[in-house]
T-cell receptor, first 112, second 117 residues
Framework: EAQVTQNPRYLITVTGKKLTVTCSQN?????MSWYRQDPGLGLRQIYY???????DKGDVPEGYKVSRKEKRNFPLILESPSPNQTSLYFC???????????FGSGTQLSVL | GESVGLHLPTLSVQEGDNSIINCAYS??????FIWYKQESGKGPQFIID?????DKRQGQRVTVLLNKTVKHLSLQIAATQPGDSAVYFC????????????????FGKGTLLTVNP
């Protein structure tokens, strides 16, 4: 089944404790992206990747890092999480930028 | 639809009625549009898309209408069912980057559809 898989689904952590949210897609998509979704603000892009070893900032990149060492994986890294990063995070992928995105099931992150 | 503060625009319909959800997009150069459905606790799910060379496209129980003159997109759901209750939002591919040579999807904030049995 074609899908985007992200883990974990739920994560509670404390300020400053590094964490990684994993994302994997099995559709051989070149484009992958991370979003955060907050009430009243909709989906905002954090980082995206056009292909392996090619990543770029989205609209709200501060406090986040990503890597794209393999085509299928696109982990999101929070080196020093802060409470304002408490949010619902989605990973997504598509054939190319600007085309139909397939989303993962989301990761609800709480930073205490 | 645009949200006001923390509250999404809401549409409440009776089961079996038709629903129409509207979206105003911002860029006249956008040439591809998508509707997504997001149920509580789940990721956005693709419903239907349309390119700017069309003004109407139909799927199973859903129709998307595109009015480029007024930059308006609508999603019509026929015979709405309780399982259709969700947040619906539109996306447009807007030019990004220097020179506007790249396009990326930009999302509206959504409309909450509630279907009453």
């Amino acid at each position: 089944e074609a899908q985007v898989t992200q883990n974990p689904r739920y994560l509670i952590t404390v300020t400053g404790k590094k964490l990684t949210v994993t994302c994997s897609q099995n559709m051989n998509h070149e484009y992958m992206s991370w979003y955060r979704q907050d009430p009243g603000l909709g989906l905002r892009q954090i980082y995206y990747s056009m292909n392996v070893e090619v990543t770029d900032k989205g609209d709200v990149p501060e406090g986040y890092k990503v890597s794209r060492k393999e085509k299928r994986n696109f982990p999101l890294i929070l080196e020093s999480p802060s409470p304002n990063q408490t949010s619902l995070y989605f990973c997504a992928s598509s054939d190319r930028e600007g085309e139909k995105l397939f989303f993962g099931s989301g990761t609800q992150l709480s930073v205490l | 639809g645009e949200s006001v503060g923390l509250h999404l625009p809401t549409l409440s319909v009776q089961e079996g009625d038709n629903s129409i959800i509207n979206c105003a997009y911002s860029n006249s150069a956008s040439d591809y549009f998508i509707w997504y459905k997001q149920e509580s606790g789940k990721g956005p799910q693709f419903i239907i898309d349309i390119r700017s060379n069309m003004d109407k496209r139909q799927g199973q129980r859903v129709t998307v209408l595109l009015n480029k003159t007024v930059k308006h997109l609508s999603l019509q759901i026929a015979a709405t069912q309780p399982g259709d209750s969700a947040v619906y939002f539109c996306a447009e591919n807007m030019a990004s980057g220097s020179g506007g040579s790249n396009y990326k999807l930009t999302f509206g904030k959504g409309t909450l559809l509630t279907v009453n049995p």
